[in-house]
């Protein structure tokens, strides 16, 4: 079929390719000026972005002077390439490499699932499903490594799919080992989890595969991707080991990869096993409801989806094997983030997207759609009231609904914690219309996608304006809510770092209990960090001053202190439930 016949065949679709491309460049590029950088990771991985820069150690770089072994260095390159073109402190360059590979995302997923199935409506339910996950939307705007890890999982994936199924590919190997040595760049050995249970499967898990088993294996012989990804990484290892040492390989290997699955670490946010569970009827709502009736659908032929010699078949199955192993593999972690669990986000789109296709013949029974829309109206009713409630928690005496179920849920006000009051009585312009209109895009959007799920006929203008809507209650939390929380959770901090900016040069700069990267970044005072207020007087010379960045509450504990040491201890400024102050230790 000659190109222009092909257009007019799909015009429909293309445009609806374009529709959505302009949304996604509307949820993922703009308002990034709205609001700053949000703690811990945003400041930390700009922060340390910077400090490449300015040190020039490009292998990998430092955050407050120490070497951050954390994570590898391709996020920091991408951000630092932006910042030499946009400023150290713009905004845009620092979620730049997100923003761009998550519309890449959108974009590849697209393109690979017609590639592999020949099927535009699959493909474009997949990207659409994707580009609408609120999770997949949070590392799509933040200045960390996730939506560039999410990227090359994608490709990795995508290609190792082609690479077992089909033709064979000359420059499969090649390709795919190129992939996941970018991946690895990107965060590491987690970006080989996915196609390697895909390809685990496939090897081994297809029934036709039991007697030439061999001769698929060949087709991906892991040894020789390994050795593809081994030759791709060494000169930047060399690199590495030549101004670094081997420092990197033991802290990123043993401490944040084997302790943190097996040992935990302080920041885990849930030890319960079912944690990731919450995370996805959150962070993929509203299609996640869709995963029950999608698993009934392959359960009874997935064995032989995967022994078919197409991989658009296979395709359904695989996505879910990836999803379903990722949030199996970190609910075993002893450490859990909410954005672990991000590959899994393309999974279920691969999934769901092959549901969809298929959907005149599959409709959804009732008993996932009621959950779906009651779970949808509760998110409604608690995003759309919470713009009232924060302007009425400024008050010492909240008034109408807020007061009275203060009341009834026997909860005193203002509360007893000292942080938790100062950062809720701030005087804030929370713009409650924006929250009542996205609580009311969530609900009709809740509504409209559980009505096409349960109809036979004519469900898909309600499925997409379902998606529309859902899209734009997106686009509102971007504009409203998130600049909210930044206004309530950073904004304080961001004003103490102003008044650090203008510090004398070599001042003693101090962060008592506190662990905020965003100071750091704003301020560009390297600091030192300490644990309690009696270890403060001695980090200070004799006849010095220092500038103790605090939680207001541990102010007069530290007074209590350099009265004890003949010191003096002066509030500059507190805000926010926290304080910056001038300590001054006298010569004894």
């Excluded at 296709?357 to 009651?374: A, G, H, N, S, Y």
């Excluded at 005072?525 to 010379?541: G, S, T």
Aim: proline share 6%; with cysteine; hydrophobic share 55%.
């Amino acid at each position: 079929m000659s190109p222009t016949l092909w257009i007019k065949k799909h015009g429909q679709e293309l445009w609806v390719l374009l529709a959505l491309m302009l949304g996604v460049v509307a949820l993922f590029g703009f308002g990034h000026s709205r609001y700053g950088l949000f703690d811990v990771d945003e400041a930390i991985f700009t922060r340390a972005s910077i400090e490449m820069i300015e040190t020039g150690t490009w292998s990998m770089p430092s955050y407050n002077g120490e070497p951050r072994y954390h994570k590898p260095p391709l996020i920091y390159w991408m951000q630092a390439a932006a910042m030499e073109v946009l400023g150290e402190q713009s905004l845009l360059a620092a979620r730049l490499p997100s923003t761009v590979f998550s519309i890449a995302t959108i974009l590849l997923l697209v393109w690979g699932v017609f590639k592999i199935t020949g099927k535009i409506r699959q493909a474009l339910w997949s990207g659409s499903i994707l580009a609408s996950s609120l999770g997949f939307l949070v590392i799509g705007r933040a200045a960390t490594a996730d939506a560039v890890l999410l990227f090359f999982v994608t490709a990795t994936t995508l290609a190792t799919i082609r690479l077992l199924y089909g033709k064979p590919w000359p420059w499969g190997k090649l390709c795919v080992g190129v992939l996941a040595a970018l991946g690895f760049l990107a965060k590491g050995p987690i970006a080989w989890l996915v196609p390697g249970l895909i390809g685990f499967f496939v090897i081994f898990g297809r029934a036709d595969t039991r007697k030439n088993w061999k001769k698929v294996w060949h087709r991906a012989d892991p040894t020789e991707l390994l050795l593809v990804v081994i030759a791709c990484l060494t000169p930047w290892i060399v690199w590495l080991v030549s101004q670094r040492g081997w420092g990197f390989f033991y802290e990123f290997i043993v401490v944040h990869n084997l302790q943190r699955f097996g040992g935990g670490l302080s920041n885990t946010q849930s030890d319960s096993p079912f944690y990731y569970l919450v995370v996805m009827v959150v962070g993929m709502f509203p299609l996640i409801f869709m995963l029950p009736a999608v698993v009934m659908w392959l359960r009874k032929d997935w064995r032989k989806r995967l022994a078919s010699q197409k991989a658009g078949d296979a395709l359904p199955v695989l996505g879910l094997i990836g999803a379903l192993g990722v949030i199996v593999f970190f609910s075993f972690s002893a450490t859990k983030l909410a954005h672990y669990i991000v590959p899994a986000y393309m999974g279920f789109a691969l999934a769901f997207g092959a549901y969809l296709e298929r959907f005149p013949r599959m409709k959804l029974p009732t008993w996932p759609r009621i959950p779906m829309v009651l779970w949808g109206l509760l998110m409604a009713g608690v995003v759309g009231g919470l713009g009232w409630t924060l302007v009425q928690l400024q008050e010492m005496r909240p008034r109408g609904w807020v007061g009275y179920m203060l009341t009834w849920m026997n909860v005193s006000w203002p509360p007893e914690d000292s942080l938790l009051r100062e950062v809720l009585m701030q005087p804030v312009e929370v713009p409650w219309m924006g929250f009542i209109l996205t609580g009311v895009l969530m609900g009709v959007a809740a509504v409209m996608i559980g009505h096409a799920l349960g109809v036979a006929r004519g469900w898909r203008p309600w499925l997409m304006s379902g998606l529309c809507v859902w899209l734009l209650a997106l686009i509102m939390v971007v504009q409203s809510v998130v600049p909210t929380v930044w206004a309530y959770t950073q904004a304080p901090l961001a004003t103490l770092a102003s008044r650090m900016v203008g510090a004398p040069e070599g001042m003693p700069i101090i962060h008592l209990g506190l662990h905020k990267p965003s100071v750091l970044y704003l301020s560009g005072k390297p600091f030192l960090k300490l644990e309690r207020a009696l270890q403060v007087p001695a980090a200070i010379p004799e006849g010095r001053r220092a500038l103790v960045l605090t939680e207001s509450a541990d102010v007069p504990a530290l007074k209590q202190e350099f009265l004890v040491r003949s010191g003096t201890v002066t509030p500059q400024i507190c805000t926010g439930g926290y304080c910056l102050v001038l300590v001054d230790r006298v010569k004894e």
